[in-house]
């Protein structure tokens, strides 16, 4: 079965420090992955997507992810913390009925 | 053009009582998503339809949750006999599964579900 584990429910850096946001999943399919980020009082929006090719994806916010299949992880990374990156960012994968299962999420403080 | 709309914004109900909620997605979108936010849960998936295929409830928590989805179009999530730890934001997402789209979700805004 597909799964999707992000690990930490909240992570805190300093403002100027890299962010690493976990993500491991299993997936019987060739898998889609998915950053998304949800912004206090806001609706979730895609920041950053892998489908096939380039296993190093790039996304909004100057945010980026590498897909390592021998791995399985999608870790979504940023050189350098910006007060508004402070968010809950979710991971997802796509199963083989074409859902889409999210992890938990993990909650980002930008510390000053 | 149009995104993904639910309404209403906000309910707020009394215990035992029903509610539906709605959800309209992207025009021609095939897939549509039900999913659950409580505080500190995450996103906890509740049910997903796409095209004609029978729908995907492994996700509704109890039998006092259904959901339809009308001329493949607009949905509505229906509870029965609210309790009150059916309070959360309840968020509709939909998408074109499958093709070029590799199933980006867009989701709506979300409803807000209290229950007194």
């Known amino acids: ?112 | 053009g149009a995104g993904v709309s639910q309404s209403p914004s906000n309910k707020v109900t009394e215990k035992g009582k029903d509610v539906e909620l709605r959800c309209d997605p992207i025009s021609g979108h095939t897939a549509l998503y039900w999913y659950r936010q409580s505080l500190g849960q995450g996103l906890e998936f509740l049910i997903y339809f796409q095209g004609n295929s029978a729908p995907d409830k492994s996700g509704l928590p109890s039998d006092r949750f259904s959901a339809e989805r009308t001329g493949g179009s607009v949905s509505t999530l229906t509870i029965q006999r609210t309790q009150q730890e059916d309070s959360a934001v309840y968020l509709c997402a939909s998408s074109l599964a499958g093709g070029r789209s590799y199933n980006e979700q867009f989701f709506g805004p979300g409803t807000r579900l209290t229950v007194l």
């Open chain 1, 1 to 112: 079965a597909q799964s999707v584990t992000q690990l930490g429910s909240h992570v805190s850096v300093s403002e100027g420090a890299l962010v690493l946001l976990r993500c491991n999943y299993s997936s019987s399919v060739p898998p889609y992955l998915f950053w998304y980020v949800q912004y206090p009082n806001q609706g979730l929006q895609l920041l950053l997507k892998y489908t096939t090719g380039a296993t190093l994806v790039k996304g909004i916010n100057g945010f980026e992810a590498e897909f390592k299949k021998s791995e399985t992880s999608f870790h979504l990374t940023k050189p350098s913390a910006h007060m508004s990156d402070a968010a809950e960012y979710f991971c997802a994968v796509r199963a083989r009925d074409d859902k889409i299962i999210f992890g938990k999420g993990t909650r980002l403080h930008i510390l000053p």
